[in-house]
């Protein structure tokens, strides 16, 4: 899954900044000298480093999906909701980016990518619309079937409902206080070959979507999650040797460390980004020995290969593990 390209960091500023919807604000990022911005595709996502003027959160690192359309090489889209339970970073981009002001970002980086099909099933829930969007788009574009199933708690929380109204009946708008909880069964149906579906939104929708997808053949779903999956029994924590090939170094993972941890401590620069096993920033080639997967992000494929792991949360299943690092 990781393209393993270095991340383009760079300062852009906000050129437009308007409500998409109730509590979702929409920027339109922007380079300073008006130069071209690095080519994304679909499904992509950007990494925006906020800065916090009070400094009681720190640097803050948080993940927005690309909303804009990808042929518009000037300019990069986002749609941020404000997250009242949140931990700080949807707070400072309500409040703190307005038109004028400048954010460094980090990216494109694509972990939820539109694979080529026949046809397509979209499931979007609130602001988890936002990498949805340009896939239909591209989706309509390749001249695809496809359908988009989109949820939100009310029709005003629901953001590019405007530049969705052009492809008709192929969207279903659902609000729940108007229709209740979203018709997943109805809506994927029963499985079929060469079709592929893609899902976002918050994670009671997505375990409905994995649950109604159980059946279909592996790799149908697609899925973009905002935050980690909980996981109940996440397994024994044990401390365990580290090989890092390429820097010629062995290290020692500490029960209470990440491999992350011990890999900065040991001087060897490595990118990250969300330190929750979601952004895919730090995924990281495996060499030797056996990954104890504990990310929100890899496929069941992915996982039972055990050639990569997201070491920000991952360990090792045995005493031993070869990075290429």
Known sequence: MNDHLPPVDTTLAVATRTL???????????????????????GAHIDV?????????????????????PAERGTWQIAVLREPQGRGGSAHVHDHLREGATVRVR????NFPLRPARRHLFVAGGVGITPILPMVEAAEAAGADWRLLYGGR??????????????????????????????????????E????????????????????CADWPPGTLGIERFAPVQTPEPGATEAFELELARSGLTLTVPADRSV?????????????????????TCETDVLDGRPDHRDSLLTEDERAAGDTMLICVSRARGPRLVLDL
Do not use: K
Not at 107 to 110: A, D, F, I, K, L
Not at 206 to 211: D, F, H, N, T
């Open 154 to 191: 009310t029709r005003t929380s629901m953001a590019f409902l405007d530049r969705l109204a052009p492809h008709g009946n192929r969207v279903l708008v659902r609000p729940q206080d108007e229709y209740g909880l979203l018709d997943l069964a109805a809506h994927l149906g029963v499985p």
């Open 193 to 212: 070959e060469g079709t592929l579906v893609h899902a976002c939104g918050p994670e009671p929708l997505l375990r409905a979507v994995q649950e109604q």
């Open 49 to 69: 480093l906020l800065n916090t003027e009070d400094g009681e959160n720190g640097d803050l690192i948080r993940q927005y999906s690309l909303c804009g359309h």
């Open 260 to 280: 992350l941890d011990v890999v900065e401590e040991a001087g060897v620069a490595v990118d990250f980004s969300c330190r929750e096993g979601t952004c895919g």
């Open 107 to 110: 990216g494109p980086r694509n």
């Open 20 to 42: 998409a919807a109730d509590g979702v604000v929409c920027l339109t990022l922007r380079r300073p000298d008006g130069g071209v911005l690095p080519a994304w595709t679909p």
